[in-house]
């Protein structure tokens, strides 16, 4: 195992402090001596971080001891060096920006799939299923059969889902991403917009590649990822 840990996560809890938050977590994070970004806002919190094992355990600790994070989940990966070159933390409208300011995934949110159930999900002939990532995201690897929406930004989503989308044709969707934060929005918008029967992949890609044998992977290619490592293999490598 290489020694550089590179977690990811997020939230959607209210954080009427988050400005306040900003100095006083990048300043103890600095202490420890991770690097990467975390991103604040009204609505949550969103970042991957790098260190060593005893940096990461340390960071998730400091995390977790705010109440708000005490339940926050986070994926794993590791590569031989940092993939970040500074800590930094910065302050948002959207921790993932849609530009839709009415929705909200702590209001309504598509069904969670964990791993292990995604394979006969995407498998069922009657489930459509959509990467909601961004198409140069799309061309380094994706599941097989998902619908590329052709969209540069998230906030084109939106405008994918009224030209090709149907609540009355498309009864049943499947959505993912890279690590589960653009379906929460993705998924909640459709809710907004009719559509009843609507799930994403639990933890997105990173998860999936962190549980699922890659014999039985039907995630065909790499995942692109927003640090220096640019994707990953199945083997989060």
Not at 2 to 23: C, H
Request: aromatic fraction near 10%; charged fraction near 30%; charge should be negative.
């Amino acid at each position: 195992m290489s020694q550089i840990v590179v977690i990811a996560f997020y939230k959607f809890v209210p954080l009427p402090d988050f400005e306040e938050l900003k100095p006083k977590l990048k300043s103890n994070l600095a202490a420890i001596g991770v690097k990467g970004t975390i991103l604040l806002a009204s609505e949550g919190i969103n970042g991957m971080l790098g260190g060593s094992q005893d940096e990461i355990d340390a960071a998730l600790a400091l995390l977790h001891s705010d109440e708000r994070f005490a339940d926050l989940e986070h994926k794993v990966s590791y590569t031989e060096k940092i993939p970040f070159e500074k800590l930094k933390v910065r302050l948002k409208r959207e921790i993932v920006a849609l530009g839709v300011p009415t929705v909200n995934p702590l209001l309504k949110v598509g069904t969670y799939i964990k791993p292990k159930d995604w394979n006969a999900l995407i498998t069922d002939p009657e489930v459509i299923v959509i990467d909601t990532r961004n198409d140069f995201e799309y061309e380094y690897g994706t599941f097989k059969n998902a619908i590329d929406p052709k969209t540069e930004y998230f906030r084109d989503f939106p405008k994918f889902v009224a030209n090709e989308l149907d609540p009355q044709k498309h009864k049943r969707v499947a959505m993912f991403c890279t690590g589960g934060i653009r379906c929460e929005k993705a998924t909640s918008y459709l809710l907004d917009q009719g559509f009843e029967n609507v799930y994403h992949l639990q933890g997105g890609i990173l998860k999936y590649l962190e549980e699922i044998p890659k014999e039985e992977s039907l995630f065909e290619g790499n995942c692109f990822v927003f640090d220096d490592r640019i994707s990953l293999d199945h083997d989060l490598k």
